[in-house]
């Protein structure tokens, strides 16, 4: 409903209430006040001035009590915040002469100074000059027009980097706000700003955020990425041969004059490097469908195990968290995937040289879902003490399973850390980050590859997951699922598998 106020022959549009049942003039010395009752909610606008001269600038800054209406007797009750200012060029008093009285000033965000503050998540402060960060006319301009009862209530804002930070109270489903809000940003900005919806981490409550587009460009590197990347694959490759040549990891300087054998660990590297590469080929499909722009993955080498994956950066923002666990599921999903049709296979086919690989069967007992499979398909040949002789494949394979395993462990910026993130937000993850770093500092002391694994995370992985554009709608249910299955399939790899490997131990189990 649309109504006018008159002051002095000044018609003052009045639009912020959805529908007025009472209007009330309080005109009493220089303030008279405009209260309404919105469906349940009581709504207080205060003027500095009755009588005015000359035409009438209307500033309405809105805030809200949510009050029920009990009675007419509520011209006394002040819960409610000083709400707007008139501003005129000449103010008059009752008798028609000019007056010079100055009003007590009420807090006007003109004198809030927009100067760098605490950065966005992930995203580095940088050295920024006057003119990248928000004007201060831009900043009311956010509050009273583009944020609104509709979308997202603003009762305070605060300095943030070259922005601002909008709390208040989010209207709705937070994606549909966000999709609003972000259209009438466009329609007065164009792409000058960029806008976040985030979970304040001090009180769990939705908070926006307003920076210029300028300060969100990545990063420069001073070596391209693209040469880097291929200094690390080249390491990788020769890691994973190396890593199937038992003979040359006893004495690796003899790979100088027994260079033929890297020969023999080809296979091996193949069936490796065909999981890590349906891992990122998944990750690059999905993100590509989804419209995120990935970098290029950088193959981390490792002595243990042939390579530890790959370290992927998203170069743009994310949309919202379903479409990052879309992308950080994908990977380890084909990966675990692919891994563990070829240990079944490598269980039921025979060597191919008729010898294949012998192990100790206690070297099942490292983990519990190569265990179980092994005891399942291997039944009274697979007993404590005793030597067992199983395709390469199943090493092979295994070893794509752990790989897919680390990378899920719920830390930092890993595929397992996003997966998080998306699932139960940014507190949860951070949670979680420093859990896993303590346990994988004390699985250190006795397993040389979570030593390693653990220095990876602490100084390249440990994030924070750089901020994405709406962070507070969950994903949807089958997507959680999805989630749920790479983190417990994790699990299951990394995990040891506790029963001895007996006959009665078939049964029981």
Not at 31 to 40: D, L
Request: with cysteine; charged share 20%.
């Amino acid at each position: 409903m649309y109504v006018s106020a008159s002051f002095g022959g000044n018609s003052i549009p009045l639009s912020q209430c959805s529908s007025y049942t009472r209007m009330r003039f309080q005109p009493l010395l220089y303030s008279p006040t405009i209260e309404c009752w919105s469906h349940t909610k009581f709504i207080s606008y205060q003027f500095s001035r009755t009588v005015f001269r000359g035409n009438v600038k209307v500033i309405c800054r809105v805030s809200e009590t949510e009050t029920e209406p009990e009675s007419n007797n509520d011209e006394d009750n002040d819960e409610s915040a000083e709400l707007g200012i008139l501003q005129s060029e000449s103010p008059v008093n009752d008798n028609g002469a000019e007056t010079n009285d100055v009003q007590p000033k009420i807090e006007d965000v003109n004198d809030v100074q927009v100067a760098s503050g605490s950065p966005l998540p992930g995203v580095k402060p940088q050295q920024l000059d006057e003119s990248i960060r928000i004007p201060k006319e831009t900043i009311e301009i956010l509050r009273d027009q583009v944020f609104g009862f509709d979308t997202f209530f603003v009762t305070s804002q605060e300095p943030y980097e070259a922005g601002v930070l909008f709390k208040g109270n989010l209207r709705g489903q937070a994606a549909r706000s966000y999709e609003k809000i972000t259209k009438r940003m466009e329609g007065i900005f164009g792409d000058q700003y960029k806008l976040f919806l985030l979970i304040n981490p001090e009180d769990d409550k939705p908070v926006a955020v307003v920076v210029p587009r300028k300060t969100l460009q990545p990063e420069t590197t001073a070596v391209p990425e693209w040469f880097a990347a291929g200094a690390f694959g080249l390491v990788t490759i020769f890691t994973l041969l190396l890593r199937n040549v038992p003979a040359l990891q006893a004495n690796i300087l003899s790979i100088f004059y027994n260079i033929d054998l890297l020969e023999n660990g080809l296979p091996g590297a193949l069936v490796t490097a065909l999981v890590l590469a349906v891992h990122e080929i998944s990750h690059a499909l999905v993100a590509k469908e989804i419209g995120i722009k990935l970098g290029v993955p950088y193959f981390v080498p490792s002595w243990q195990i042939g390579s530890f994956g790959a370290i992927t950066r998203i170069v743009n923002i994310v949309p919202k968290r379903e479409d990052l666990l879309k992308v950080a599921a994908a990977g380890p999903l084909a990966g675990f995937s692919l891994g563990i049709v070829l240990l079944l296979l490598g269980f039921i086919l025979p060597p191919a040289d008729g010898l294949g690989v012998i192990v100790d069967a206690s070297v099942f007992h490292e983990s519990f879902l190569a265990g179980g499979i092994a005891k399942l398909l291997l039944g009274d040949a697979l007993k404590e003490g005793t030597p067992v002789s199983v395709n390469p494949l199943v090493i092979w394979a295994w070893a794509g399973l752990l790989i897919n395993a680390i990378n899920s462990i719920p830390a930092g910026e890993l595929d397992g850390g996003r997966i998080s993130f998306s699932l139960w937000g940014r507190k949860a993850s951070a949670r979680l980050t420093g859990a896993c770093i303590v346990l994988l500092g004390l699985a250190s002391l006795f397993n040389d590859v979570a030593f390693y694994w653990v220095v990876l995370i602490f100084f390249l992985q440990r994030g924070p997951i750089a901020p994405l554009s709406e962070e507070i709608t969950d994903p949807d249910n089958k997507y959680i699922a999805l989630g749920v299955v790479v983190l417990l399939l994790g699990l299951l790899v990394c995990l040891p598998y506790p029963f001895p490997f007996t006959a009665d131990a078939v049964t029981s189990f």
